[in-house]
């Protein structure tokens, strides 16, 4: 495969093209990585990706299973420790399901810190977005009723260090990771059951894999209590944790599909309000 400088259109040659590296298992960034580096654009590149994925024979199935990083975040748990030592604090684990792996940590930020992130990011709170699927942007959405802001990586010394205190507990460098999340759910607010992966089969996935590649785990952190209301559900599992203080849930998803186990969603909160700081995971450098 090369690129035409003098038609840099969506051929059938290209197309067909497409249609043999899905067939054969590929994913939609390792595909778009192959035809940056032999000089497509990525405009057309993502075209000709979506396009084709529309066209794909494959099941969702096919298309979600070739999709099976070898690693995941995840903490060092072979010997069962309640307790995890890190450089500047130390983490309890709360509680530990193995298939998916759900994590409940305690103790993993400070009350003081808890506080901090509220007051950085309440001056820049709007209506909650979720991806497009369709063109791989960002809209409001009625099933997110929530209000948020994203942090860049490392913004202030304060970011700095939590997301260095993450990529120690998880095993996993801090360029893999999205910027922090934080949200304020008011009473009523709820975000309905959803997974956190990008669809592998909606056609504005090849435009977000470009930004590195798939979601592969989800850390909501705690930053208050709420009165009441507002745990996080996961309704596959029959499993609700308690938002507390400080504390963090840790879910990993080893493929883009249903059978992980990882639906999950935020029950309305019924009185007072509930915050988080929710950090996302990717199997390659966040860009």
């Not at 260090?161 to 993450?166: D, F, G, S, T, V």
């Amino acid at each position: 495969m090369t690129p035409s400088a003098s038609a840099p259109a969506v051929t059938p040659a290209l197309r067909q093209w497409l249609l043999d590296q899905l067939a054969a298992g590929c994913v939609a960034g390792d595909i778009l990585q192959s035809m940056r580096g032999s000089g497509w654009d990525d405009a057309v590149s993502v075209s000709a990706l979506n396009q084709a994925l529309a066209a794909s024979p494959m099941s969702r199935l096919d298309a979600e299973a070739a999709h099976a990083p070898i690693a995941l975040p995840a903490p060092d748990l072979h010997d069962g420790p309640s307790l995890i030592q890190l450089a500047d604090r130390d983490v309890q684990v709360l509680m530990a399901l193995s298939q998916p792996q759900v994590l409940l940590f305690g103790n993993l930020l400070s009350h003081d810190e808890c506080d901090a992130l509220v007051a950085l990011a309440a001056p820049r709170m709007a209506r909650s977005e979720t991806v497009d699927h369709h063109t791989g942007g960002s809209e409001v959405n009625a099933a997110r009723t929530s209000e948020g802001m994203f942090f860049e990586r490392g913004e202030t010394p304060l970011i700095e260090r939590i997301e260095a205190r993450i990529a120690a507990l998880l095993h996993w460098p801090v360029e893999k990771g999205e910027g922090l999340q934080v949200l304020r759910y008011r009473p009523g607010a709820q975000y309905q059951p959803h997974f956190d992966y990008f669809d592998p089969v909606q056609p504005g996935t090849p435009a977000v894999l470009q930004h590195g590649g798939q979601r592969l785990a989800t850390l909501i952190m705690y930053l208050n209590t709420p009165e009441r209301g507002g745990a996080t559900t996961f309704p596959d599992l029959r499993l609700q944790v308690a938002p507390t203080k400080g504390c963090a849930v840790f879910f990993s998803y080893d493929r883009p599909h249903e059978s992980t186990g990882t639906l999950h969603g935020g029950a309305p909160v019924l009185q007072g309000e509930k915050w988080v700081a929710t950090k996302w995971l990717r199997e390659g450098v966040f860009a």
